[in-house]
């Protein structure tokens, strides 16, 4: 029995159709409705938290976890920049104020934007950029953090 052309692709659309219904709805950016239209630049991250079980699973993990990353942030660098400093307690003091600034971004939604630029003044050209993160229950102690810098 010969099916007629027109009812095969009337079938493979109805399929497609009805896969593409049942499909998951794309996820829009994290704190996207609080970046301005004119973004030359945008950036979205939803944060660790959300990521926890399927960051578990991913191919980054077991990359960090073969890696030695976690243990050249922990253990060389501060090493290296106290060498530097010549004081581990500015060390300390500078990676405690990094951590409490970083970590929020990290863990929580957060985005970056970049906007246009004017040089109408080139010796003061205006830059408009903006770091956000909704910290949730962190947000005083990134407010503080920042209050710092």
């Known amino acids: 029995m010969r099916f007629p052309a027109r009812r095969v692709v009337s079938a493979m659309f109805l399929a497609a159709a009805a ?3 049942f499909a998951a709805a794309p996820q829009p950016a994290p704190l996207a409705d609080h970046v301005p ?3 030359l630049l945008f950036f ?3 944060g660790a938290q959300d990521l926890a079980p399927a960051f ?3 191919n980054l993990k077991g990359f960090l976890d073969a890696s030695t990353l976690p243990a050249f942030f922990s253990t060389t660098l501060p090493q290296i920049l106290g060498e530097k400093s010549g004081s581990p307690q500015a060390v300390a003091l500078a990676e405690a104020q990094a951590r409490a600034m970083l970590l929020p971004y990290w863990n929580h939604p957060a985005a970056l934007y970049v906007g246009p ?3 109408t003044d080139p010796n003061k050209p205006v830059f408009h950029a903006a770091l956000l993160c909704n910290a949730g229950k962190d947000a005083g102690r990134l407010n503080a953090a920042l209050q710092i810098v």
Do not use: Y
């Open 117 to 119: 630029s004017d040089f």
């Open 56 to 58: 578990a699973q991913s």
């Open 44 to 46: 979205s991250w939803q």
């Open 19 to 21: 896969r593409g219904a």
């Open 37 to 39: 239209a004119d973004a």
